[in-house]
């Protein structure tokens, strides 16, 4: 079962418009949220992180809105630049074990 | 630093072979991963080890085994290739701790015909 919801699947936006992914979660236990990005043929690599007792954290271009109640957070990338174009993940972890789930992930694609 | 290194970067096997795939890191973790990535599925996790010694199933365990040698090393093992394990795997490492960053490394495309 997937514990961690994303959405969309891909997302096409212009130059210089606003990117944003959306995630739910199930799993109340969950207490660190990061968002990974990747490109093709590499790894993925931790972009920005959020802990549930903030509800925004803002890092250059990309910020993270969290919502507790709603068990939902999102990515949004301002100003995207097609150097942004790359596979986004949300993920969550808990304090109870290691494990890292992660979101189905979102292709991100931005014109020029 | 190397990070998080994966041999090998490419392998193709034909079904009902064996393989195992090999993961090192040298940033002293605690807690390795492998996951499996496909289109539209996300990451998925297969296996992890919270520490040297012990394993736990993830997600999507059937088909595969796991060792975790030692604090370094977490291997990934396919008994018996299927055309359903067609997929890019890739292993990780964190600390223990919850809000720290998982390290990934490149990534190791497997195809099984």
């Known amino acids: 079962q997937q514990q961690v919801k994303q959405s969309p699947q891909s997302l096409i936006v212009q130059k210089g418009g606003i990117s944003i992914i959306n995630c739910a979660y199930e799993?109340?236990?969950?207490?660190?949220f990061p968002w990974y990005q990747q490109f093709p043929g590499k790894g993925p690599a931790l972009l920005i992180a959020i802990r549930p007792d903030v509800s925004e954290k803002k890092e250059g271009r990309f910020t993270i809105s969290f919502n507790k109640s709603a068990k939902q957070f999102s990515l949004h990338i301002m100003d995207s630049q097609p150097g942004d174009s790359a596979t986004y993940f949300c993920?969550?972890?808990?304090?109870?074990?290691?494990?890292?789930?992660f979101g189905e992930g979102t292709q991100l694609t931005v014109n020029p | 630093n190397a990070g998080v290194t994966q041999t090998p970067k490419f392998q193709v096997l034909k079904t009902g072979q064996s393989m195992t795939l090999q993961c090192a890191q040298d940033?002293?973790?605690?807690?390795m991963y492998w996951y499996r990535q496909d289109p539209g599925m996300g990451l998925r996790l297969i296996y992890y080890s919270a520490s040297e010694g012990t394993t736990d199933k993830g997600e999507v365990p059937n088909g595969y085994n796991v060792s975790r040698l030692n604090k370094r090393e977490f291997s990934l093992r396919l008994e018996s290739a299927a055309p359903s394990q067609t997929s890019v795997y890739f292993c990780a490492s964190s600390d223990r701790r919850s809000n720290t960053e998982a390290f990934f490394g490149q990534g190791t495309r497997l195809t099984v015909v």
């Open positions: 993920a969550a972890r808990g304090t109870s074990g290691s494990r890292l789930t």
């Open positions: 799993n109340t236990a969950f207490d660190y």
């Open positions: 940033m002293n973790h605690n807690s």
